[in-house]
């Protein structure tokens, strides 16, 4: 066994350990050999949630096998996907990133052909399953959510949650990984201006996701696709949305007080009319929002001095560029 | 003495173009050829915004041809605003001029709205006088668009949407543009207390390619109005601008406030009516002292965005 010094290590794959793992042993044992294939030096690092002591326990037997290859990051609090995600890019060394779930899902089989999809130009790979062992109430809802997903951010992935990928070590840096925004990976990419590929993927015959999950976790699904739906479309121009939302309110309120007014001209007293105040309340969210879409566009205008929202390929000139480089004349 | 300094020589041409493969050929000759007789240092910076037509390959063919031509290819559409922000970033002149990537703008005026520049504009701004557009789907919308942006924000451009502009280094660093805001970029140019000039420019239709925009801008347009109307002319005080946001409800829950008491007896609604305009009042108050928290922590440096020149013999 030959120490690895941190250069030589081409490829990370990254094992988040953050809910149900199935046996740590048995997982390494299959994509272990698929990563070896690839012929390239390695290193697996299982990043490890603070909850889960059998794994922990599991892992680092594995680690005593092979000190050099495997690493072991356990996380002093329970963790999600996201975070432990994050920690694991921080630390990988390799130039290319898998990440593989601690249960089997996506057949390790796969590994080798997402590889291949970044060899040709793609920075994101992510395996989309199919043959699906899981049972028609979880893939039901897995369609659903990829749905819903698709129609909240207007982007079209088929798997996006899919938790086996392959990606640049460049992209990690630019993406705004927190809470539960590794299920939507893909999407977050895409909008840094990279190039994501879905590669088909056999889902492992051994894979037992369960059917049914508690009730809060839908409503966090629920309520992640509609951050990341604000994210999509309104980041860059708060008012267009809340000055919609705005103008709905006040208008609809202000046309309850003209009516009452008119009303009131014609004889009928106001004082009295309950309808008075939901004409009021409906402006007043009306005005409400507004006034945070200003905010936000306030906000986002101010920052805009440290934020590039474009991301150059390349740039091609002469040798020799027609004009020599300038310092700024401001401090930015 | 005189408030013109003198403003250097070399020139930066920013053209952000999407799918325009059939143009971009007669687009760079045709800069190039208007600009090489003028006899100054300049670079023509082509942005491709993510064309999938092959437009940055067309491109990088020409650079032999045209050693003043840089390319700089965005990874994916990114949209106008963005793509022109990268020809800023990289523009080494001490003139920016920008025009369309269609072939509608003409090159041979550059050098007109370079004299006006060298006269003392910070920016000169063409006006399509002669426009070769649809009526009904561009030429009403913008014309209405227009006298309403002229009516709200009191800069006297008539062709906001004319993308043939030109600028000083200076105003050009103190900008940075994102979603939507290229057109109004006259507009945010204001704060700086940029002298505006305008002088009519020529307009050819298109030849090739299609069309990028549509009618359904018009509605964006006007919600970004409102924001650019408080980042232009309130950026340094959100307090008042809100307060004017809140000076109506103020004076609504006083008037329901007084007419509850003078008509006593009368129940419920009017008092609680004057309370709930009174917190929409409030809530205003709020947003005011959360802008003024965000200028104080992100805008601080605003001084140095204003233009300002040393006095200067004349030569």
Redesign the interface.
Known sequence: MSAISEREVAISVLIPIVERPDDLREIHRAVWPEVEKLGQPFEFVYLVSAEFDDAFQQVLELHELDRARVRVLRFARPVSEAVALSAGFERARGEVIFTVPAYFDASPEGLPSLYAALETGADLAIATRTHRSDSIVKRIQTRGFNRLTSWGTGTRFSDIASGTRALRREVVGDLPLYGDFHRFLPLLVDRAGYAVREVAVRQDARARAPDVYRVRDYLWRLLDILSISFLSYFTRRPLRLFGAVGALFGGLGSLILLVVAIQRVMGQPAAGRSILILGALLVGVGVQAVTVGLLGELLLFFQARHIRSYRIAEIYEAAEPPLPAKEASIEN | MSLVEPIGN?L?VVVPVFNEAANAAPLVTRIVEAVRPLDI????IVIDDGSSDGT?DV??EL??AN??????????N?GQA??L??GF??A??DIIVTLDGDLQNDPRDIPRLLERLRAGADVVSGWRLNRQDAVVVRKIPSWLANRLIRWVTRVPIHDQGCSLKAYR??VI??L?????LHRFITILTMPQGAAIEEIEVRHHPRVAGESKYGLSRVL?VL??L??IQ??TRF?ES?TR??GL??AP?LLGSLVTGAASLV?AG?????P??SI??G??FM??LF?AL??EA??DT??S?ES??VVAREWKEER
Do not use: H
Not at chain 2, 41 to 44: A, G, M, N, S, V
Not at chain 2, 176 to 180: A, Q
């Open positions: 070399s930066s240092p300049f670079e023509l940055p491109l990088r650079i032999e050693p003043e031509l840089v390319v700089i290819r965005l990874r994916r990114f963005s793509a922000q990268a970033d990289r080494r002149g280094r200076e660093e103190r940075d543009l994102y979603s939507d964006k919600v970004d409102t924001a408080m980042l950026r959100p601008w809100f946001l809140g409800f008509l009368s129940l419920v609604v009017l609680t009516v709930l305009l917190l929409v809530s205003c947003a959360l802008g965000i200028i992100l805008g440096t140095n965005r």
